[in-house]
Nanobody, 123 residues
Framework: VQLVESGGGLVQAGGSLRLSCTDS????????VGWFRQAPGKEREFVAA????????YYGDSAKGRFTVSRDNAKNTVYLQMNSLKPEDTAVYYC?????????????????WGQGTQVTVSS
């Protein structure tokens, strides 16, 4: 599994971005995927996650009501739609994959990580 994030960039407060997490392998649909973020000087935190099938999704407190995680297994891609962005959402966003399909909010359950994509929200 090799994960590649894309879609980050600079956006004004109140704007939207859609991040993508893509894997070139053929077994991506067998992995649950999580999104995490790390702001400067802070620990990496859970943002959102989605199970293999996409039936179940989970969100961190900072994402609830503003972010939506989804997946298209035919395209080997997981998305994170981020709306109503705030300056405090500024961080490097990482996607990660795990084969257990459980404990999705825990970082240490993930086997594979992408390199991250920078999201900057200006006030």
């Amino acid at each position: 599994v090799q994960l590649v994030e894309s879609g980050g960039g600079l956006v004004q407060a109140g704007g939207s971005l859609r991040l993508s997490c893509t894997d070139s392998g053929r077994t991506f649909s067998r992995y649950a995927v999580g999104w995490f973020r790390q702001a400067p000087g802070k620990e990496r935190e859970f943002v959102a996650a989605i199970t293999w099938s996409g039936v179940y999704t989970y969100y961190g407190d900072s994402a609830k009501g503003r972010f939506t995680v989804s997946r298209d297994n035919a395209k080997n891609t997981v998305y994170l739609q981020m709306n109503s962005l705030k300056p405090e959402d500024t961080a490097v966003y990482y996607c990660a994959a795990q084969s257990y399909n459980q404990d999705l909010i825990k970082q240490n359950t993930y086997n594979y990580w992408g390199q991250g994509t920078q999201v900057t929200v200006s006030s």
